[in-house]
């Protein structure tokens, strides 16, 4: 089946300092979304992308959609506490005749302060 | 709060029992998606509904499992015959339509003794 390789698993930053982390695929996704999730809650919804080569801000956080439409980063600038979570991203397929979502296995975020 | 709402957020199972999770979507939106959550693991789908129909149950198992969004009420995931390999967070997420993004509840964590 299809799959997100995401990485890396995990990041130890320090508050302040920007972050970058990226997902890649062997299939071709024609969305690309960024979710949050922390402990018990759901995942929450960053950013959306559409089009290949998009780039999408939200506040501090910057995704892109690759041209080849197999890849996206996501880029927090200036981290805060609160940014602590495991950070997903997700690609809608249509494989199946049906649109949903495949995920990768996340980036779990520290930041110290 | 007009988000998804799941119910109930922990249920304890013993092996062979039945376990019912519920999922209200967001006002307006008509498609539903179950997922299942394994620790340190990102989201599996097992199911996508519209009102009174499923439209993809791929990822769900073939026995024991069913889901059902009637016509009027949430939508239910039905575990019959629960066995310890069962226990998951399991979340719903809803959407105006098939290809605009989802948005998720807080999940039900099912435990089985």
């Known amino acids: 089946g299809q799959q997100l390789n995401q990485s890396p698993q995990s990041m130890f930053i320090q508050e302040g300092e920007d972050v970058s982390m990226n997902c890649t695929s062997s299939s071709i996704f024609n969305t690309w979304l960024w979710y949050k999730q922390e402990p018990g809650e759901g995942p929450v919804l960053l950013i959306a992308l559409y089009k290949a080569g998009e780039l999408t801000s939200n506040g501090r956080l910057t995704a892109q959609f690759g041209i080849t439409r197999k890849d996206s980063f996501l880029n927090i600038s200036a981290s805060i506490p609160s940014d602590v979570g495991i950070y997903f991203c997700a690609g809608l397929s249509t494989q199946g005749g049906s649109e949903k979502l495949v995920f990768g296995k996340g980036t779990k975020l520290t930041v110290n302060p | 709060n007009a988000g998804v709402m799941q119910n109930p957020r922990h249920l304890v199972r013993r092996r062979g029992q039945e376990a019912r999770l519920r999922c209200s979507p967001m006002k307006g939106h008509s498609h539903v998606y179950w997922y299942r959550q394994l620790p340190e693991e990102g989201l599996k789908f097992m199911v996508y509904l519209q009102k009174e129909n499923i439209i993809d149950e791929s990822g769900m198992p073939k026995e024991r499992f069913s889901a059902e969004f009637p016509k009027e009420g949430p939508s239910i995931l039905r575990i019959q015959q629960v066995v310890r390999g069962d226990s998951a967070a399991y979340f719903c997420?809803?959407?105006?339509?098939?290809?605009?993004?989802?948005?998720f509840g807080d999940g039900t964590r099912l435990s089985i003794l």
């Open positions: 997420a809803s959407s105006q339509a098939s290809n605009q993004p989802q948005h």
